[in-house]
């Protein structure tokens, strides 16, 4: 007798990576490894009528389109809580990446009948009009303001992920030599930093933007944040580190990190991103940022679990 197919909802984005991954290929993928596919676009209700019998939720597009459900999924209070599996297709694909996902549709695939499942936790952050989370990071200064200057340039002669991250990195280098720095505090544990910054970092993942990896040893799943912190002094090693990515040269951030589970800041500039979303207040904010443990489960490659 044949064993009944394993039923997943798909939540695919047709757009990420260009459109070359289609509904079509993932589904027939799928089922070559014995998965029944409740499909839908990443523009619609995806997380809507979710029937008992999903094994789990697969979520194929890029580092967005992953943020996006899993934002959705918490909103709803966790009530269509499943383990999710991760088809990156995208540019940077930062959040897979970080957790040893490939880019590989089938090979990817075809470890999930034998997964392991790794926690996931996610930034919570207090003090703005109303409570706001993360996934990726919560950032102050370079970031913010190299998302924003890209939003309003013109990317007509782009023409690969490759050509995307050399502008994003040369505009990076660009902004880091010319970026004022801004006076900020941050209480972590028992000290207290009041520095004039470049940027502020609270990361939950490895990788950020242009796929730097700003914190070698972040693991998601541990419990703590990497808290990375450029202050003025350190302008000039920032510069020689971004430099020597564009060069090629194998490199790791000059920067240490500072793990902990909670901290407050206060920012006296306007440049802030939450993940991939720019949040400008004015001159001023005050802000709680606290981790919520373990409150996802990924399924990952028990070869590259670490």
Same mark, same amino acid.
């Given at each position: 007798?044949?064993?009944?197919?394993?039923?997943?909802?798909?939540?695919?984005?047709?757009?990420?990576?260009?459109?070359?991954?289609?509904?079509?290929?993932?589904?027939?993928?799928?089922?070559?490894?014995?998965?029944?596919?409740?499909?839908?676009?990443?523009?619609?209700?995806?997380?809507?009528?979710?029937?008992?019998?999903?094994?789990?939720?697969?979520?194929?597009?890029?580092?967005?389109?992953?943020?996006?459900?899993?934002?959705?999924?918490?909103?709803?209070?966790?009530?269509?809580?499943?383990?999710?599996?991760?088809?990156?297709?995208?540019?940077?694909?930062?959040?897979?990446?970080?957790?040893?996902?490939?880019?590989?549709?089938?090979?990817?695939?075809?470890?999930?009948?034998?997964?392991?499942?790794?926690?996931?936790?996610?930034?919570?952050?207090?003090?703005?009009?109303?409570?706001?989370?993360?996934? /990726?990071? $919560?950032?102050? =200064?370079?970031?913010?303001? !190299?998302?924003?200057? +890209?939003?309003?340039?013109?990317?007509?002669? #782009?023409?690969?992920?490759?050509?995307?991250?050399?502008?994003?990195?040369?505009?990076?280098?660009?902004?880091?030599?010319?970026?004022?720095?801004?006076?900020?505090?941050?209480?972590?544990?028992?000290?207290?930093?009041?520095?004039?910054?470049?940027?502020?970092?609270?990361?939950?993942?490895?990788?950020?933007?242009?796929?730097?990896?700003?914190?070698?040893?972040?693991?998601?799943?541990?419990?703590?944040?990497?808290?990375?912190?450029?202050?003025?002094?350190?302008?000039?090693?920032?510069?020689?580190?971004?430099?020597?990515?564009?060069?090629?040269?194998?490199?790791?951030?000059?920067?240490?990190?500072?793990?902990?589970?909670?901290?407050?800041?206060?920012?006296?500039?306007?440049?802030?991103?939450?993940?991939? /979303?720019? $949040?400008?207040? =004015?001159?001023?904010?005050? !802000?709680?940022?606290? +981790?919520?443990?373990?409150?996802?489960?990924? #399924?990952?490659?028990?070869?590259?679990?670490?």
């Amino acid at each position: 007798m044949k064993k009944a197919d394993k039923l997943v909802r798909l939540v695919h984005n047709p757009t990420a990576g260009a459109g070359k991954h289609s509904k079509t290929e993932i589904v027939k993928i799928m089922k070559s490894y014995g998965y029944k596919c409740s499909y839908v676009a990443s523009n619609s209700k995806s997380l809507k009528d979710i029937v008992p019998e999903t094994e789990f939720i697969a979520i194929a597009g890029g580092d967005g389109t992953i943020r996006k459900t899993i934002m959705n999924l918490l909103s709803k209070k966790l009530k269509f809580k499943r383990p999710i599996a991760l088809l990156p297709f995208g540019t940077a694909n930062n959040i897979a990446t970080s957790l040893g996902i490939t880019e590989d549709v089938g090979k990817n695939i075809s470890t999930w009948d034998s997964y392991k499942l790794r926690n996931f936790d996610v930034g919570q952050v207090l003090g703005l009009e109303k409570a706001a989370y993360f996934i /990726e990071a $919560i950032g102050f =200064g370079l970031f913010p303001k !190299l998302i924003e200057t +890209l939003e309003s340039t013109n990317t007509d002669h #782009i023409k690969s992920a490759e050509d995307e991250f050399e502008l994003a990195l040369d505009t990076l280098l660009k902004i880091s030599q010319s970026y004022p720095a801004i006076s900020c505090r941050i209480e972590i544990d028992d000290q207290i930093i009041e520095k004039d910054c470049l940027m502020v970092e609270v990361m939950n993942i490895s990788r950020l933007g242009p796929n730097l990896k700003l914190s070698e040893n972040a693991d998601p799943g541990d419990g703590f944040f990497d808290v990375v912190i450029v202050p003025e002094e350190k302008r000039n090693v920032m510069g020689k580190y971004i430099q020597d990515i564009i060069d090629g040269k194998k490199t790791t951030s000059p920067i240490k990190p500072i793990q902990t589970k909670k901290l407050n800041i206060t920012w006296k500039g306007s440049d802030i991103h939450i993940d991939d /979303e720019i $949040i400008n207040k =004015g001159k001023e904010i005050n !802000l709680t940022i606290s +981790l919520l443990h373990s409150l996802l489960e990924i #399924i990952v490659n028990k070869e590259e679990l670490k």
